[in-house]
């Protein structure tokens, strides 16, 4: 056993007993029996729907207003006639929200990015430690928590953050990189820092591992090869998944996250869809009415904070589309399984016939990742549609480029022009990756 072992454990076995407790029940969760699992996530979520209601002036106008009671949650119908929360009540509704818990060092600010429109501003329960969520994750990797890593992320860390965070991980050592600081230079150093320190992990949005990577392999930028990546924010193309495990000598894992709600699911070393974290999270996948649709099929993500009695979040559209996957895990992990996000609900085009579609062109080179390393969807706002390609290495990607660019115009009924640029770059909007940007 390593220094670092003995001493993140003894932190467990003394100031942090009660994440050590956690990270002991998260381990027997894994491999519940399924109706197990299901079994705790009724009680939990009937659990927080019964403090909702009677500690927060939001819910219990809500479930008023939707002639339920607490009683009632505990059926799944009655849960699904639940009205869906969006990111505008969070954002109009926030001091309503805060729960006669959400007092001081209970609670914890976060800022979403704003990717959808305005930033939300909410609180997680800091008596939660859901970073354990993600040491879970990471042990399916072959990674421990107290090997050191490295992460790209848009924190904004000065000196005081940075020494509190430097003390709370002694002695295991965290390298971060800034999403403002993604120019040469400030990469070079950070490649460096890392082939110093060798970290064993390397986490971080989709699109800034995808750009440091191209400057890695365009130059004389090198890395350490890492024994994991793991990616989040952005859909997980197959052509970027390639990629990143080709510049960084390492597989590639996909999680989902987000800010209101820290760590949702995340992929196992079988890489065949990401295992929902449902010991501590609900996430449903629902159709226009807010009803769940049957698993396999196409909806938009809806979830459910098990774990948060400061700022609950019930039924809370994230703004994502995706699927329930119907086939368990080869890995022996029973938890469900949710394949990656197929992109945002507001990534629709527009037609001159005031016709709108969901574009669902997410997956255009999903088939051919070798053709197209990384693309765009850019319809103007004269409705005329660009289609932004950097090159893969197959010889024939200005053939399946042209395939493509077909299948755009089919689905936009031949009321628009669509051309196509080939490009060597595609800048990312708050770190993250858009498939599809309409202007119109």
Not at 194 to 205: A, I, N, T, Y
Not at 244 to 270: M, N
Not at 332 to 350: D, H, Q
Request: glycine share 6%; aromatic share 8%.
């Amino acid at each position: 056993m390593t220094t670092r072992e003995l001493v993140f454990n003894a932190k467990l076995r003394t100031v942090q007993r009660s994440v050590r407790a956690l990270v002991d029940e998260l381990a027997a969760n894994e491999r519940l029996p399924l109706e197990k699992i299901e079994a705790l996530q009724r009680s939990r979520r009937a659990s927080i729907a019964a403090f909702a209601q009677a500690n927060t002036a939001f819910y219990a106008e809500r479930f008023r207003d939707a002639g339920l009671s607490v009683g009632d949650l505990a059926d799944p119908e009655a849960w699904a006639s639940l009205p869906i929360t969006t990111k505008t009540h969070l954002r109009e509704n926030n001091q309503q929200i805060r729960s006669s818990e959400a007092i001081g060092r209970n609670t914890r600010e976060v800022r979403t990015s704003g990717s959808t429109g305005q930033p939300n501003i909410t609180l997680v329960d800091a008596r939660f430690a859901s970073i354990a969520l993600s040491w879970r994750m990471q042990k399916w990797w072959g990674i421990d928590p107290w090997e050191d890593a490295a992460r790209i992320d848009r924190g904004v860390r000065g000196l005081k953050e940075s020494l509190a965070g430097g003390a709370r991980w002694w002695p295991t050592r965290r390298l971060y990189l800034q999403l403002w600081q993604l120019d040469e230079a400030s990469v070079r150093q950070f490649a460096r820092t890392c082939l110093s320190v060798r970290p064993v992990m390397l986490e971080g949005q989709v699109a800034a591992l995808f750009e440091v990577a191209e400057m890695a392999a365009a130059g004389t930028i090198t890395f350490p090869p890492f024994r994991a990546v793991g990616v989040t924010a952005s859909q997980l193309m197959p052509s970027v998944r390639l990629r990143l495990e080709e510049v960084y000598g390492a597989p590639v894992y996909d999680q989902y996250r987000c800010a209101e709600v820290p760590f949702l699911a995340g992929e196992c070393r079988a890489q065949s869809g990401m295992h929902i974290f449902s010991d501590y999270r609900y996430l449903e996948v629902v159709d226009d009415s807010g009803r769940p649709v049957p698993d396999g099929e196409e909806g938009d993500v809806v979830v459910t904070d098990l774990s948060n009695r400061v700022f609950p979040i019930i039924r809370y559209k994230l703004g994502d589309r995706a699927r329930i996957r119907t086939a368990p895990c080869t890995c022996g992990i029973t938890m469900p399984l949710m394949e990656s996000p197929l992109g945002r609900a507001n990534e629709v085009l527009r037609l001159p016939d005031r016709k709108t579609l969901v574009s669902g062109l997410n997956n255009a080179f999903w088939d051919r990742p070798d053709a197209a390393r990384q693309y765009q969807v850019h319809q103007r706002a004269d409705y005329s549609i660009v289609l932004r390609v950097i090159p893969g290495e197959a010889t024939d990607y200005r053939e399946v480029t042209d395939q493509v660019a077909e299948m755009i115009r089919t689905r936009c009924k031949n009321q628009v022009p669509v051309s196509i640029e080939y490009v060597n770059r595609i800048d990312a909007v708050n770190g993250k990756f858009s498939y599809v940007i309409c202007d119109v």
